[in-house]
């Protein structure tokens, strides 16, 4: 099986800071990406960022500049710096990871089971 467990996730007031963490295991033979997906209530499912295991990076735009990805390789970790947090930003996170578990295979999505951000005063 495939894990991937989500924490650092809480309540925190508006232009503060929170960091999240994800770490995947179990039967993983390579990763090509990892990322971070939010939705809020009543809303579809959306892209925060992503960034590759050759370190390529990708951002929402309502997030430049106040998020910042990053990942261990050799921890098959990935981490999202949040920053500035605005309460538009509360949401379930959830984390993504492209991986295949085996070579030769196929890639396939894998999904954390969300973390709770909330941003409020």
């Known amino acids: 099986q495939v894990q991937l467990v989500e924490s650092g996730g809480g309540l925190v007031q508006p232009g503060g800071s929170l960091r999240l963490s994800c770490a995947a295991s179990g039967s993983i033979f390579s990763i090509n990406a990892m990322g971070w997906y939010r939705q809020a209530p009543g809303k579809e499912r959306e892209l925060v960022a992503t960034?590759?295991?050759?370190?390529?990076?990708n951002y929402a735009d309502s997030v430049k500049g106040r998020f910042t990805i990053s990942r261990d390789n050799a921890k098959n970790t990935v981490y999202l710096q949040m920053n500035s947090l605005k309460p538009e930003d509360t949401a379930v996170y959830y984390c993504n990871a492209d991986l295949r578990r085996f070579y030769p295979g196929n890639y396939y999505n894998y999904w954390g089971q969300g973390t709770q951000v909330t941003v409020s005063s």
């Open positions: 960034i590759t295991s050759g370190g390529s990076t």
